[in-house]
T-cell receptor, first 114, second 113 residues
Framework: KAGVTQTPRYLIKTRGQQVTLSCSPI?????VSWYQQTPGQGLQFLFE???????NKGNFPGRFSGRQFSNSRSEMNVSTLELGDSALYLC?????????????FGSGTQLSVL | TQLLEQSPQFLSIQEGENLTVYCNSS?????LQWYRQEPGEGPVLLVT?????EVKKLKRLTFQFGDARKDSSLHITAAQTGDTGLYLC?????????????FGTGTRLQVTL
C-alpha cells in the first residue's frame, strides 16, 4: 500500500509569510503526528491528530497550528514565519497513535525561511 | 535538557568494523524504539523493545533494552556502507491522557569503504 505522502517536498519562503504543509497518511491510519527536525534540536514533537481532533501538543508557539480532515489527511500551518522555522517538517501516521505503536514517516517538507 | 541522550553524536568507521550506539535516560520507559533515517528521507522503524533486559537481533544489528528500562544500545557487527544514516532512539511519554513519542538526540553514522 502507498506510504505517507507529504507535499510539497521543498519550500522557500521569506520572513513574515505563512505556509501550509500537507500530509496524506497510510490508508486506514487515523493518527497523524507532526515533527520538526533541525540539526541543533533534533526531532521535536509538534502535535498529533486523531479522528479530526488534536490529541496532543508539543511546546511550540501558537504560530504553529494544524488540522485533520475526515479522510485523515492533515495540514499544518505556520504563520508569520521566522528564520528559526527553517527545518525539515516530518509527518508520521499510525493506526491509533497508542504508546509504542509503529510510526510511518513521510519524506518530509524542507522549509527554508529567508 | 533532552530526555533521551544518545552517544556518540557522530561516528565514522570503515566497512567491516563493529560499533555500538547508546541511548540513555534518567526516566523509565515502557518501551523504546530504534529508527534509522537516511538522507532526504523520514525515519524508518528498525525495532521496538518492551521488556527490561530484552535482546533483539535484526541481521547484523543487535538491540538491547536495559534491565531498568532507562537505556538501550544498538550494536552493529561488520558494518556496511548501507548502514550509513542517522540512528534515533525514541520512547513514549504520557502527557495527561495522551502519549507522544520523544526522540533522542541521534547518532550520525558514516561507513566508508
Amino acid at each position: 500500500k502507498a506510504g505517507v505522502t507529504q507535499t510539497p517536498r521543498y519550500l522557500i519562503k521569506t520572513r513574515g509569510q505563512q505556509v501550509t504543509l500537507s500530509c496524506s497518511p497510510i490508508s486506514g491510519h487515523r493518527s497523524v503526528s507532526w515533527y520538526q527536525q533541525t540539526p541543533g534540536q533534533g526531532l521535536q514533537f509538534l502535535f498529533e491528530y486523531f479522528s479530526e481532533t488534536q490529541r496532543n501538543k508539543g511546546n511550540f508557539p501558537g504560530r504553529f497550528s494544524g488540522r485533520q480532515f475526515s479522510n485523515s489527511r492533515s495540514e499544518m500551518n505556520v504563520s508569520t514565519l521566522e528564520l528559526g522555522d527553517s527545518a525539515l517538517y516530518l509527518c508520521a501516521s499510525s493506526l491509533a497513535g497508542t504508546s509504542g505503536e509503529k510510526l510511518f514517516f513521510g519524506s518530509g517538507t524542507q522549509l527554508s525561511v529567508l | 535538557t533532552q530526555l533521551l541522550e544518545q552517544s556518540p553524536q557522530f561516528l565514522s568507521i570503515q566497512e567491516g568494523e563493529n560499533l555500538t550506539v547508546y541511548c540513555n535516560s534518567s526516566s523509565v520507559f515502557s518501551s523504546l524504539q530504534w529508527y534509522r533515517q537516511e538522507p532526504g528521507e523520514g525515519p524508518v522503524l528498525l525495532v521496538t523493545v518492551v521488556t527490561g533486559g530484552e535482546v533483539k537481533k535484526l541481521k547484523r544489528l543487535t538491540f538491547q533494552f536495559g534491565d531498568a528500562r532507562k537505556d538501550s544500545s544498538l550494536h552493529i557487527t561488520a558494518a556496511q556502507t548501507g548502514d550509513t544514516g542517522l540512528y534515533l532512539c525514541a520512547g513514549p511519554r504520557r502527557t495527561g491522557t495522551a502519549s507522544k513519542l520523544t526522540f533522542g538526540t541521534g547518532t550520525r553514522l558514516q561507513v566508508t569503504l
